[in-house]
């Protein structure tokens, strides 16, 4: 639900093992490290199974005296709003953060979403065109070339590359 929401909401990162204030304000008191090294791996499973479409997410621990604190990077998705489905009574439901709370997405806003990422769809061969993807210059041969609907991030950037870059060796 957190992590759905998160994502929904514009992406951002969720931080275990932090104490929150008692005062009601939610903000971040101490470190309350967590010692359980499997926990990462429950996360995954847990989204996995119960998030749809795929959660776009990134996660890895800092070390912390006695334990560590689990960081989960979350990206908005780009296929439309993440749905929780797992849970009883959350089951089948849209989140999304907001301020300070994640709450139950209402239905406009689950249809403001689609159509978001209708919206991006859209231009999908205008990004394709301005990454410049290689294609062979001369000569008999395939090639293929694929653009991922998540945002490619720093992982490459195909507008500096040559098809010199892309062939098999």
């Known amino acids: 639900k957190d992590l759905t929401g998160m994502a929904n909401g514009g992406g951002g990162s969720l931080l275990y093992g932090i104490r929150e204030d008692s005062d009601g304000h939610n903000t971040a008191a101490g470190i309350v490290p967590i010692e359980d ?14 998030v749809t479409p795929p959660l776009l997410y990134s996660l890895y621990e800092v070390e912390v ?3 560590f604190v689990l960081v989960v990077d979350v990206t908005p998705s780009q296929l439309g709003p993440y749905m ?3 849970y009883g009574n959350t089951e089948h439901r849209y989140f999304k953060r907001h301020g300070r709370n994640v709450d139950m997405m209402g239905e406009q ?9 209708m919206r991006v769809a859209e ?8 990454h410049r993807l290689p294609v062979p210059a001369s000569g008999a041969g395939v090639m293929v070339s694929a653009l ?8 490459l950037d195909l507008r500096t590359m040559s098809v010199r870059d892309v062939l098999p060796p």
Do not use: S
């Open 65 to 67: 005296p006695d334990g």
């Open 37 to 50: 090294r499997g926990l990462p791996g429950q996360i995954e499973n847990i989204v996995r199974a119960g």
């Open 109 to 117: 806003e689950v249809r403001d979403a689609y159509a978001l990422a």
């Open 123 to 130: 231009h999908r061969p205008l990004v394709w065109q301005n």
């Open 84 to 86: 929780v489905t797992l």
């Open 148 to 155: 991922p609907l998540e945002p490619l991030g720093e992982l």
